[in-house]
């Protein structure tokens, strides 16, 4: 079983900038699909960003261009980095780990302020 630890969420005003991590508890370089998830209050969990193992990466339309995820191997670590932060990026955003099952972390709140 996976577990995931997400950090670096917080309030930040439009147009800064975040960067949240997801920890790892074993190696992530066997896992197909790292991605990102958020989900705002009164709608569906909906996907940001995905990585595979082979390093393609998808994006959200709302998000390209602005967000970037990453993967350090060697930290059992996913990334994402959030520039150009707007208020409807507001969210909880959620780590998955997709191997056998999915696994997912819990959550971090980001907070954009107009």
């Known amino acids: 079983q996976v577990q995931l630890v997400e950090s670096g969420g917080g309030l930040v005003q439009a147009g800064g900038s975040l960067r949240l991590s997801c920890a790892a508890s074993?190696?992530?370089?066997?896992?197909?699909?790292m991605g990102w998830y958020r989900q705002a209050p009164g709608k569906q969990r909906e996907l940001v960003a995905q990585?595979?193992?082979?390093?393609?990466?998808t994006y959200a339309d709302s998000v390209r261009g602005r967000f970037t995820i990453s993967r350090d191997n060697a930290k059992n670590t996913v990334y994402l980095q959030m520039n150009s932060l707007k208020p409807e990026d507001t969210a909880v955003y959620y780590c998955k780990a997709q191997k056998f099952a999915n696994y997912w972390g819990q959550g971090t709140q980001v907070t954009v302020s107009s």
């Open positions: 074993e190696s992530i370089f066997s896992i197909a699909i």
């Open positions: 990585s595979t193992k082979g390093g393609t990466t």
